[in-house]
């Protein structure tokens, strides 16, 4: 089965998961986009209300920040995979709970093995959390971190500067160094 393959299956199998309670509240699981061969894999908190209205990830005001930072880091949206660390949009929007993520996981881990990217960027400390649990974003938003072959660069969410704009130039900053890391071929 070719790595695309895999992807669309796994969205099939997303898309009717009933392993936790968020399927009953939501109106479309978001699997994630992108192309298989990504070198650079982005990993969110959640589905928002945009999102599992459209099944997509990062659509709303969120996406529309992550699309100017990657902007920013100059990297192309349609040649990264976005997705999230649960593929339901939690009610109300509240943070993921333990057995939401731990629901979510395998499919998270299943992406991750198909695209095989050379960096996977995590927004926000939930996703963070999932790969890194005693980690604090604030010590190393930034930077890169190493998990077996695999490299991470971790950067506040897109949505942060919504509701906190003195993020924003942190994030941008953040941005361009990952755009240093594509540059230096990392990526």
């Known amino acids: 089965m070719t790595d695309e393959a895999v992807l669309q299956e796994l969205a099939r199998e997303i898309r009717s998961c009933v392993k936790c309670p968020l399927h ?3 109106r479309n699981a978001v699997p994630g986009e992108g192309p298989s061969d990504a070198t650079l894999m982005i990993i969110g908190e959640a589905p928002g209300r945009n999102e599992d209205e459209q099944g997509r990830p990062f659509v709303g005001a969120a996406g529309r920040n992550l699309d100017d930072l990657l902007s920013e880091a100059g990297v192309s949206r349609d040649s990264v995979f976005i997705t999230n660390t649960v593929k339901c949009r939690p009610p109300a929007n509240r943070r993921p709970a ?3 993520l731990d629901a979510c996981h ?4 299943r992406q991750t093995e198909a695209i095989a990217p050379k960096v996977i960027v995590l927004l926000g400390d939930a996703a963070l959390k999932e790969f890194f ?3 604090s974003l604030g010590q190393v938003h ?3 971190m190493k998990r077996g072959s695999l ?3 971790s950067t506040y969410h ?3 500067v919504i509701y906190n704009p003195s993020l924003k130039e942190v994030l941008k900053d953040d941005f361009r160094k990952l755009g240093a890391l594509t540059r230096e071929g990392k990526v």
Do not use: I
């Open 158 to 160: 897109p949505a942060s």
């Open 106 to 109: 395998p499919y998270l881990r």
């Open 133 to 135: 649990p005693g980690s």
């Open 98 to 100: 333990r057995d939401e």
């Open 142 to 144: 930034g930077k890169t």
């Open 151 to 153: 490299l991470f660069f």
């Open 24 to 26: 009953l509240s939501r």
